[in-house]
T-cell receptor, first 117, second 113 residues
Framework: AQSVTQLDSQVPVFEEAPVELRCNYS??????LFWYVQYPNQGLQLLLK??????LVKGINGFEAEFNKSQTSFHLRKPSVHISDTAEYFC???????????????FGTGTRLTVIP | KAGVTQTPRYLIKTRGQQVTLSCSPI?????VSWYQQTPGQGLQFLFE???????NKGNFPGRFSGRQFSNSRSEMNVSTLELGDSALYLC????????????FGNGTRLTVT
């Protein structure tokens, strides 16, 4: 089975500063990786996904993430954050081997990003 | 293309009552999953339905049940409500392939008093 660890439960950062939200996963098989964002009183929205190919993935709202297989990490980065980036961010992993299409998505516990003016 | 629609957005119930939540997936999506989100437990997987059949199930008591209709719309039911059932219930749909992401609705906020 897969698992996801988001080491930082809360990350405060000043406006226009860079940010990195960390995500590590554990799996014995190849995986697909996702980052979701949740704004207050809303559902989760897909930020970006890694399926294959280039290890640097670009998403919406200026976010990007880098897949590092040797370190089993998929950290999310943004060079300059805005107040509107304040939200909860979830990393998720699913196994490639499961071709049934069944939902085998495992979520991390989330990182609350707070952008300080 | 319309997104995932969940109704109602807010619900207040009393302990012991039962509740039914509804989810309409994105057109063409045949898989519907349900999650419970609470501050203490985070996102917890309830179950997944595909072609009107429960395909996957999380670790929740039998008071939590669901179903899916032929048009892929789904409902979940919670019977004999407990205070601890207060949560945001999220529905997500997908194309049901390993690389297809989940698309979430805005959730139903259930408060049990």
């Amino acid at each position: 089975a897969q698992s996801v660890t988001q080491l930082d439960s809360q990350v405060p950062v000043f406006e226009e500063a860079p940010v990195e939200l960390r995500c590590n996963y554990s799996s014995s098989v190849s995986v697909y990786l996702f980052w979701y964002v949740q704004y207050p009183n809303q559902g989760l929205q897909l930020l970006l996904k890694y399926l294959s190919g280039s290890t640097l993935v670009k998403g919406i709202n200026g976010f990007e993430a880098e897949f590092n297989k040797s370190q089993t990490s998929f950290h999310l980065r943004k060079p300059s954050v805005h107040i509107s980036d304040t939200a909860e961010y979830f990393c998720a992993v699913s196994a490639q081997v499961d071709q049934t299409g069944a939902n085998n998505l495992f979520f991390g516990t989330g990182t609350r990003l707070t952008v300080i003016p | 293309k319309a997104g995932v629609t969940q109704t109602p957005r807010y619900l207040i119930k009393t302990r012991g009552q039962q509740v039914t939540l509804s989810c309409s997936p994105i057109s063409g999506h045949r898989s519907v999953s349900w999650y419970q989100q609470t501050p203490g437990q985070g996102l917890q997987f309830l179950f997944e339905y595909f072609s009107e059949t429960q395909r996957n199930k999380g670790n929740f008591p039998g008071r939590f049940s669901g179903r899916q209709f032929s048009n892929s719309r789904s409902e979940m039911n919670v019977s004999t409500l407990e205070l601890g059932d207060s949560a945001l219930y999220l529905c997500a749909s997908s194309r049901s392939s390993p690389d297809s992401p989940l698309h979430f609705g805005n959730g139903t906020r259930l408060t049990v008093t």
